[in-house]
């Protein structure tokens, strides 16, 4: 885009959803150089940390039976053990691993990303969004973290959503609450739009 001679290169900005937004700071530092950051649903905390809880969520939202669910619980556990261990594995042995089913190297480099320091450095506009029904990424736990970690920062804007998904979509029907709330067809909130369009400009101007 800001090779694009009708666009002004000086106001690019860069918005990323879940993953998208957890590493919108290393694009951005590792050349991306934009005007801005926006991050719907991200979150600074480890990939598989955020897992491991979409996974006990998961269990106790949708297993009633107690056996099963301690079963299922013990098999998220011993994956936790294995994620907490992956910085400990050459880059070689991490990629003979799986770990909650995904390639153990791929956990373990997105690990190795530190967002804080990256935060640290960061002295260009930040807006963080976040959908507060989100059941992937945790308005308590990850937008929290959000906040402290920008705490000091001079331009950092927070909106959050009640009612929204982890798609800023709002949802009430069968299946609420759980993965198949996603079946469903809509359209992001307007007020999401909205609120990115009114920001972008007012750092514009």
Known sequence: MKSDPR??????????????????????????????????????????????EQNLYLIEKLIANEEEQKEQLASVEEEYQKAQNLQKLTTEKSKEVTVFGINGYYLKEMAEYDVQSYIGELDKPLLILQGEDDFQVFYDKDYAYWQELLENHDDATFISYPGLNHFFIAYEGAGEGTLREYEYPNQVDENVIQDIGEWILEKFN
Do not use: K, N
Not at 15 to 31: K, N, T, V, W
């Open 7 to 52: 666009i002004d290169p000086e106001h690019v900005y860069l918005a990323g959803h879940s993953l998208g937004g957890m590493l919108a700071p290393r694009i951005d530092a590792e050349g991306g150089d934009f005007a801005g950051l926006i991050s719907l649903a991200g979150s600074p905390r480890p990939l598989w940390e955020i897992i491991y």
